[in-house]
């Protein structure tokens, strides 16, 4: 453990959000390359692949059970300087979620005819969209077992190695996906799965370099033999931790996909000028998103240490930072979105509607900056049950029924439909950020001093 980098109130927001913010805006990039690429090749694809990786977002943030347990309790543990344990900790994350991954992916693969029909894929996306998952969705497990090793190295202070793999995995996607669309390869006419095979791969080469780096550092190892006997009370507590974060997660998720069916309801227009615009969305949520990450792990080294009014201060110092770029990101991205979704389309409707939907997403991105901000924050101080809730309350009990009411009887479109996630995330920013300030998150530390 003599390569870990203290990590306290001292530490520079952006000395883990600058390249976060970097290997997220590349990880982002991977899946616009693949959006771009494909919208020249066919735009039956865009809709087909862009259904799938909604699923597939799901399934990720299932993984996500162990790996957000796995930040908060290393963090802490790190914090509080209580070393004998991690072997044991790292171990059993990474190998549980791989085998978990393994799991899921076959489950999906299997079931993936009913999952399209419940979402009412239009009929003509369908093949692809099958195709896309027995390609991507069978090599979901390294993408479990990489989410894990990256927390890891991000709490022991590596949060550049993220950004690093990054680099690698986009060139790798881009080349591979030239090859199979437009290159030598062209002539095969793979089609969506051309830009398959490259995204498995960069999967795996991710996976293989995080642990390579775990190693070369002398973190700690991974093996069987640190959680023999089985660590079954370290799990269940690791479980505990993570399935409320996971299930808030994955509930968001679900509450998007009931969304997505309202809106693969009114056509593919539609769902082409939806998918568009989550592309370029996430250019917006891109810093807000990895300042509330690096807070979380910030603040889990603190409360870890004892230290809960740093803890206090360093998430409202966050928000000053992160609400402004906010801001002005997702204004400017309205703005310009006549001209940005040209690279996507020709189609003149389509970018109609993408201005309006852009311009309900600025109110989305300050309720997402709020959330993203102070929910991670309660995590880190071990309250993790109060994010669950609050955000069952407010997805399904405003953004459900208000972009329904809005966007299908009312007849306002996506629009409307994204009008009520702006309400969800604006409410629940404002409650999230209520429980911190009357500091109920205190006491609930994983670690005892």
């Given at each position: 453990m003599k390569?870990?980098?203290?990590?306290?109130?001292?530490?520079?927001?952006?000395?883990?959000?600058g390249?976060?913010?970097?290997?997220?805006?590349?990880?982002?990039?991977?899946?616009?390359?693949?959006?771009?690429?494909?919208?020249?090749?066919?735009?039956?694809?865009?809709?087909?692949?862009?259904?799938?990786?909604?699923?597939?977002?799901?399934?990720?943030?299932?993984?996500?059970?162990?790996?957000?347990?796995t930040?908060?309790?290393?963090?802490?543990?790190?914090?509080?300087?209580?070393?004998?344990?991690?072997?044991?900790?790292?171990?059993?994350?990474?190998?549980?979620?791989?085998?978990?991954g393994?799991?899921?992916?076959?489950?999906?693969?299997?079931f993936?005819?009913?999952?399209?029909?419940l979402l009412?894929?239009?009929?003509?996306?369908?093949?692809d969209?099958?195709?896309?998952?027995n390609?991507?969705?069978?090599?979901?497990?390294?993408?479990?077992?990489?989410?894990?090793?990256?927390?890891?190295?991000?709490?022991?202070?590596?949060?550049?190695?993220?950004?690093?793999?990054?680099?690698?995995?986009?060139?790798?996607?881009?080349?591979?996906?030239?090859?199979?669309?437009?290159?030598?390869?062209?002539?095969?006419?793979?089609?969506?799965?051309?830009?398959?095979?490259?995204?498995?791969?960069?999967?795996?080469?991710?996976?293989?370099?995080?642990?390579?780096?775990?190693?070369?550092?002398?973190?700690?190892?991974?093996?069987?033999?640190?959680?023999?006997?089985?660590?079954?009370?370290?799990?269940?507590?690791?479980?505990?931790?993570?399935?409320?974060?996971?299930?808030e997660?994955?509930?968001?998720?679900?509450?998007?996909?009931?969304?997505?069916?309202?809106?693969?309801?009114?056509?593919?227009?539609?769902?082409?000028?939806?998918?568009?615009?989550?592309?370029?969305?996430?250019?917006?949520?891109?810093?807000?998103?990895?300042?509330?990450?690096?807070?979380?792990i910030?603040?889990?080294?603190?409360?870890?240490?004892?230290?809960?009014?740093?803890?206090?201060?360093?998430?409202?110092?966050?928000?000053?930072?992160?609400?402004?770029?906010?801001?002005?990101?997702s204004?400017?991205?309205?703005?310009?979105?006549?001209?940005?979704?040209?690279?996507?389309?020709?189609?003149?409707?389509?970018?109609?509607?993408?201005?309006?939907?852009?311009?309900?997403?600025?109110?989305?991105?300050?309720?997402?900056?709020?959330?993203m901000?102070?929910?991670?924050?309660?995590?880190?101080?071990?309250?993790?049950?109060f994010?669950?809730?609050?955000?069952?309350?407010?997805?399904?009990?405003?953004?459900?029924?208000?972009?329904?009411?809005?966007?299908?009887?009312?007849?306002?479109?996506?629009?409307?439909?994204?009008?009520?996630?702006?309400t969800?995330?604006?409410?629940?920013?404002?409650?999230?950020?209520l429980?911190?300030?009357?500091?109920?998150?205190?006491?609930?530390?994983v670690?005892?001093?």
């Open positions: 390569n870990t980098t203290v990590i306290d109130e001292k530490t520079p927001l952006l000395f883990l959000a390249p976060m913010f970097f290997e997220m805006l590349l990880n982002i990039l991977i899946n616009n390359v693949d959006t771009l690429m494909l919208s020249h090749y066919s735009e039956n694809a865009v809709g087909a692949v862009g259904n799938a990786n909604q699923i597939m977002f799901l399934l990720i943030l299932m993984f996500n059970i162990i790996a957000t347990s930040s908060i309790v290393v963090a802490q543990y790190l914090g509080a300087k209580k070393y004998e344990e991690m072997n044991t900790i790292y171990s059993l994350a990474v190998i549980v979620n791989i085998f978990f393994i799991a899921l992916s076959a489950l999906f693969i299997a993936k005819s009913p999952i399209l029909a009412k894929v239009p009929t003509s996306m369908i093949p969209a099958k195709v896309y998952i390609y991507v969705g069978g090599s979901l497990f390294l993408q479990a077992g990489y989410n894990v090793m990256l927390q890891i190295l991000r709490c022991n202070g590596y949060p550049k190695i993220g950004t690093y793999i990054s680099v690698v995995i986009n060139l790798i996607n881009i080349i591979g996906n030239y090859v199979f669309l437009y290159g030598p390869l062209s002539f095969l006419n793979l089609g969506v799965v051309g830009v398959a095979i490259p995204t498995m791969l960069s999967r795996l080469i991710a996976l293989i370099c995080a642990i390579a780096f775990f190693y070369r550092k002398k973190l700690g190892s991974l093996s069987f033999k640190h959680i023999n006997p089985f660590p079954g009370e370290m799990l269940l507590n690791m479980i505990k931790i993570g399935l409320p974060s996971a299930g997660n994955m509930a968001y998720n679900l509450y998007q996909l009931v969304l997505l069916s309202f809106i693969n309801g009114m056509g593919n227009t539609a769902v082409n000028a939806k998918v568009y615009c989550n592309s370029l969305s996430q250019f917006v949520m891109v810093f807000s998103n990895n300042a509330a990450m690096a807070t979380q910030i603040v889990g080294h603190l409360v870890g240490a004892g230290k809960e009014d740093a803890a206090y201060k360093r998430a409202f110092s966050t928000l000053k930072v992160s609400m402004p770029i906010t801001i002005a990101l204004t400017i991205n309205c703005i310009i979105s006549p001209f940005s979704l040209k690279l996507f389309t020709s189609n003149q409707e389509i970018i109609r509607l993408g201005f309006f939907i852009l311009l309900v997403d600025i109110v989305i991105e300050i309720g997402r900056c709020l959330n901000t102070f929910v991670s924050s309660l995590k880190a101080a071990g309250d993790y049950m994010p669950l809730y609050i955000g069952l309350a407010t997805m399904w009990g405003l953004g459900v029924t208000v972009g329904y009411g809005l966007g299908v009887l009312a007849g306002l479109g996506v629009a409307g439909v994204f009008a009520g996630t702006a969800d995330e604006l409410i629940r920013g404002i409650v999230v950020m429980r911190w300030k009357k500091k109920s998150w205190t006491g609930k530390s670690v005892r001093h």
